[in-house]
């Protein structure tokens, strides 16, 4: 045979190649894998910088104009309620295809309006295109991501922490890209082109991939593979280790390189594409693991289904539909799947939210005026560069690092994830203070730290409503999680840091000799010195803290239950069910995990 495996149904190599093919394709693995080129495309909004200036230029904006419009671009990425409502109760494919056709509309009338092609809209227009094009990511955050994770749910801080690992690094792998494709010189237009048709693309591509699908290990190998998918996962962290550094490097030595040659950036993008389709080596090996593993035997009995929807929430009188308000204040143990009302309204949720709008606000608000902090205490153009660059990395190393870490911490010790949160959160009141005192070539290390710290919340975040709340709802959960996003940023960028930075500009201008006339026609006002950013990054480091100490009350609350067994669950399904392998265990975990094709049990609890 072509391989010199004998799988099932042997035959000449050529018909062999092909049915491993076809079993590569249709497995977990290579689902895994397509999510991360997902992941790796859907990070557009993290380099608004390039193309802002595209925008402001060609369109006569303001500052406080663009600064609106990157408002809503933060909105647009995180408020992700609809596609988790959508993916309730339709596959994943309807979740990605809309995304896709989002992301097509939204970015591609911005190109048209910023190349000229289209009359100048108004403002709100761009807004709304904005809004839209970056909703797409929502949409695609849950339609791979949340499928993923529903796939290896006992490893779901690992998995978080990979795919939002590779969504730090599009914006890196988009510029590469973008530069070898259109040059160094282009003027950020073109980019967004690029960011209109190519995730589109590689979502439509790979739709029929990302689904639901059952556990395929029989009772007495549950152990073996979990081993090997941990070692897996471990070889995925590898590759994007690598990649991380070479995206580095390459940022670095084309930051310190004058004129950097157009063919050049033809060869790192062609490497740049090697080290992004390297994992695809590690997807076949564990293919052929489960390839070569015998068929298990047909033990499928009516009690095993009864039970697995009884366990799942789908039987008895649990799977009748039930008022929208009831039980609401009732909501069952921590790890069970609670309804969507009973997470919303618990305290948990409460005290999370709460905390993850005072950590992820505070350092999206660092990151958002890198550039105006660099200016304001004197850093070069240069310095200013490597700064965002070091935020991208760092975002990158603080989400693997986060949901790997976490996850050992978790398996080893029994420690709380919250706990891990609240680790972060002191570490990023360190980096909040670094620019508040105005330490001498501190921002290097405040970039590095805030970008970490903002990194390593995400995958903390989602792993804790899967884990408290349940995988049930975890498409709609997971988006409303991510909302704190824009509310801390409004809080702390917008109403304390924005209005303290042009309070100060102000005293500096009257004291330079500007009058009231003078600073009212200033649409461009510009601090100088530590005090721009002082007062506001002092708050900012208090309520860090504060949200360091919520997360803190958080662990306590979930002690008890992060010492159990929070994975037994899904060690017992995949004993009971792996060995179905038939049309009635696909149905059965497709209508517990309310994503079937033709919408689950029909039934959404809110």
Known sequence: MAFGVSGPGSGDGVAAAA?????????RWFMFFASILIMAAAGGTYIFGIYSKA??????????????????????????????????????????????????AGYLMI????????????????????AVGANSQSFANTGALVTAVKNFPEDRGVVLGLLKGFVGLSGAIFTQLYRAIYGADDDGASLVLLMAWLPAAISLLFIPTIRIMPRDAAAAGADARRRRERKAFFYFLYASIVLAVY?????????????????????????????????????VKQELNTYLQPPPPPTTTSSTVDEKKEHD????????????????????????????????????????????????????????????????????????????????????????????????VLAAYKLPRPLAL????????????????????????????LGFCFGAQWPLLFAIISEVFGLKYYSTLYNFGAVASPVGSYILNVRVTGHLYDREAERQLAAAGGGAA?????????????RCFRVSFLIIAAVTL??????????????????????????????????????????????ASGSSGGGGNGTTKV
Request: with cysteine; charged share 15%; aromatic share 10%.
């Open 19 to 27: 049915r491993f093919g076809a079993h590569v394709v249709r497995g």
């Open 55 to 104: 925008i402001k230029t060609s369109l006569g904006y303001d500052q406080q104009t663009l600064n609106t419009l990157s408002f809503f671009k933060d909105v647009g990425a995180n408020v992700g309620v609809l596609p988790g409502l959508i993916n309730e109760v339709t596959p994943p494919s309807v979740v990605l295809a809309a995304g896709a056709a989002m992301n097509l």
């Open 111 to 130: 190109y048209l309006a910023v190349s000229g092609r289209t009359p100048r809209p108004p403002v709100w227009l761009m807004c709304l295109y904005i």
């Open 247 to 283: 995206l580095l490097v390459m940022n670095v030595v084309e930051l310190e390189v004058v004129g950097f040659p157009k063919p050049a950036y033809y060869v790192t993008a062609t490497v740049l594409l090697l080290l992004i389709f390297f994992p695809l080596v590690i997807v």
């Open 313 to 408: 929430g789908g039987g008895g009188e649990d799977d009748k539909p039930v008022a929208c308000m009831q039980d609401v204040f009732r909501p069952p143990a921590r790890g069970e799947d609670y309804t969507i009302l009973q997470a919303l309204f618990s305290v948990d949720m409460a005290v999370l939210f709460v905390a993850t709008i005072c950590g992820i606000g505070g350092t999206l608000t660092a990151i958002d005026n890198m550039g105006q902090i660099g200016q304001s205490l004197g850093y070069p153009q240069r310095s200013i560069s490597t700064f965002v660059s070091l935020v991208s990395i760092w975002n990158y190393a603080g989400r693997v690092a986060a949901g790997f870490g976490s996850e050992y």
């Open 422 to 449: 609240t680790a972060v959160l002191l570490l990023a009141t360190a980096g909040h203070l670094l620019i508040a005192l105005g330490v001498g070539n501190g921002l290097y290390a405040a970039s590095v730290i």
């Open 518 to 530: 003078a600073r009212r026609g200033s649409r461009d006002l510009t601090c100088a010195g530590v």
């Open 546 to 591: 504060l949200g360091a100490a919520v997360s803190l009350l958080l662990a306590w609350r979930t002690r008890k239950f992060y010492r159990g067994d929070l994975y037994g669950k899904f060690r017992e399904v995949a004993m009971a069910g792996g060995e179905e392998g038939g049309a009635r265990q696909v149905k059965v975990d497709d209508e």
